[in-house]
C-alpha cells in the first residue's frame, strides 16, 4: 500500500477532489426515547447520538451548584469495524469522549441548569475514519434536537495531507498511509465562524501547510453546518420520529 499512489491526476481514491467533502446525511429526532437525537453517515461512517437531559445529577456529590454538568461517551460498537472491536472502553474511547466533550463546553449556556447533567450518547455503527468529527457533528444536532440553549453550533471535520497535498475529511486508506491527520471543530453562529473548539493533529506538517488546512477545515465545517441546519430545519417541518 506504501508505493499506491492516493491522488492521481488531482483525484484521489475516491473520486474526490482535494477539497471536496464524503457524502453526507444528517437527520434529527430519530430516537423517540431520547430528548435529543441524530443519526449521521459522513462517507462510509454511520453513527447515531443521543441526548438526555438536563436532568437531576446522582449522586449529589458530583453536582455542581452553579452550573449543569456535561458528560459524553463515545463509543464504537465491536462490529463497526472489520475486525470485530472488544466491547466496552478503551484508552481511544476514553480520549475521544473527552476531546468531544470539550469542543462543546464553550458553547452549551452552563449557568441556566445548576445541579443538573446533560449526558450525550455517541455510538459508532459503522468506522471509515474520521468517526470522532462525524459524532460531533451527530451531538451538536441532537444537543439542538433536545433543546439545550447553545450560543451556536458545533461542527466538524478532518483535514489532512495525503502524498504531499492538504486534503478534506479523509477516507481509512488516507487516514492510515497519509502523512497528517488533523481533526478540527468550530463553533458557528448565525452563519459566521466564532471560534475553534478542537483541534488535534497526528503527523508533521509545515505551517504553511496548517494555515492551509485550517482554512479548509473551516470551509469543510461551514458545509457540514449547513447541511446540520437543514436537518433541523426538517425535524421542525414535522419528520417523522422513528424507534
Given at each position: 500500500?506504501?508505493d499506491?499512489?492516493?491522488?492521481?491526476?488531482?483525484?484521489?481514491?475516491?473520486?474526490?477532489k482535494?477539497?471536496?467533502?464524503?457524502?453526507?446525511?444528517?437527520?434529527?429526532?430519530?430516537?423517540?426515547?431520547?430528548?435529543?437525537?441524530?443519526?449521521?453517515?459522513?462517507?462510509?461512517?454511520?453513527?447515531?447520538?443521543?441526548?438526555?437531559?438536563?436532568?437531576?445529577l446522582?449522586?449529589?456529590?458530583?453536582?455542581?451548584?452553579?452550573?449543569?454538568?456535561v458528560?459524553?461517551?463515545?463509543?464504537?460498537?465491536?462490529?463497526?469495524?472489520?475486525?470485530?472491536?472488544?466491547?466496552?472502553?478503551?484508552?481511544?474511547?476514553?480520549?475521544?469522549?473527552?476531546?468531544?466533550?470539550?469542543?462543546?463546553?464553550?458553547?452549551i449556556?452552563?449557568?441556566?441548569?445548576?445541579?443538573s447533567?446533560?449526558?450525550?450518547?455517541?455510538?459508532?455503527?459503522?468506522?471509515?475514519?474520521?468517526?470522532?468529527?462525524?459524532g460531533?457533528?451527530?451531538?451538536?444536532?441532537?444537543?439542538?434536537?433536545?433543546?439545550?440553549?447553545?450560543k451556536?453550533?458545533?461542527?466538524?471535520?478532518?483535514?489532512?495531507?495525503?502524498?504531499?497535498?492538504?486534503?478534506?475529511?479523509?477516507?481509512?486508506?488516507?487516514?492510515?498511509?497519509?502523512?497528517?491527520?488533523?481533526?478540527?471543530?468550530?463553533f458557528?453562529?448565525?452563519?459566521?465562524?466564532?471560534?475553534?473548539?478542537?483541534?488535534?493533529?497526528?503527523?508533521?506538517?509545515?505551517?504553511?501547510?496548517?494555515?492551509?488546512?485550517?482554512?479548509?477545515?473551516?470551509?469543510?465545517?461551514m458545509?457540514?453546518?449547513?447541511?446540520?441546519?437543514?436537518?433541523?430545519?426538517?425535524r421542525?417541518?414535522?419528520?417523522?420520529i422513528?424507534?
Amino acid at each position: 500500500m506504501e508505493d499506491i499512489k492516493l491522488i492521481v491526476d488531482g483525484r484521489r481514491i475516491d473520486g474526490r477532489k482535494p477539497d471536496e467533502l464524503r457524502n453526507v446525511k444528517i437527520e434529527a429526532g430519530v430516537l423517540k426515547r431520547a430528548d435529543g437525537s441524530c443519526y449521521i453517515e459522513m462517507g462510509n461512517n454511520k453513527i447515531v447520538a443521543a441526548v438526555y437531559g438536563p436532568r437531576s445529577l446522582h449522586p449529589k456529590h458530583l453536582q455542581n451548584p452553579n452550573r449543569v454538568v456535561v458528560r459524553y461517551r463515545y463509543n464504537m460498537a465491536p462490529f463497526s469495524v472489520d475486525e470485530r472491536k472488544r466491547p466496552g472502553p478503551d484508552r481511544r474511547s476514553v480520549e475521544i469522549s473527552k476531546v468531544s466533550k470539550e469542543a462543546f463546553e464553550p458553547v452549551i449556556i452552563k449557568e441556566l441548569f445548576p445541579r443538573s447533567s446533560i449526558d450525550i450518547f455517541v455510538e459508532v455503527l459503522q468506522a471509515d475514519a474520521g468517526t470522532r468529527v462525524a459524532g460531533i457533528n451527530a451531538a451538536s444536532v441532537a444537543l439542538a434536537d433536545a433543546g439545550i440553549p447553545m450560543k451556536g453550533l458545533v461542527s466538524a471535520v478532518a483535514v489532512g495531507k495525503v502524498d504531499g497535498e492538504i486534503v478534506l475529511d479523509l477516507v481509512k486508506e488516507e487516514d492510515n498511509y497519509g502523512q497528517a491527520d488533523i481533526p478540527v471543530a468550530t463553533f458557528i453562529r448565525a452563519g459566521k465562524i466564532e471560534g475553534i473548539t478542537l483541534l488535534q493533529m497526528d503527523g508533521r506538517v509545515s505551517k504553511d501547510e496548517l494555515k492551509k488546512a485550517l482554512e479548509l477545515a473551516k470551509k469543510g465545517c461551514m458545509e457540514i453546518y449547513r447541511m446540520q441546519k437543514e436537518a433541523l430545519i426538517n425535524r421542525c417541518r414535522g419528520d417523522e420520529i422513528v424507534e
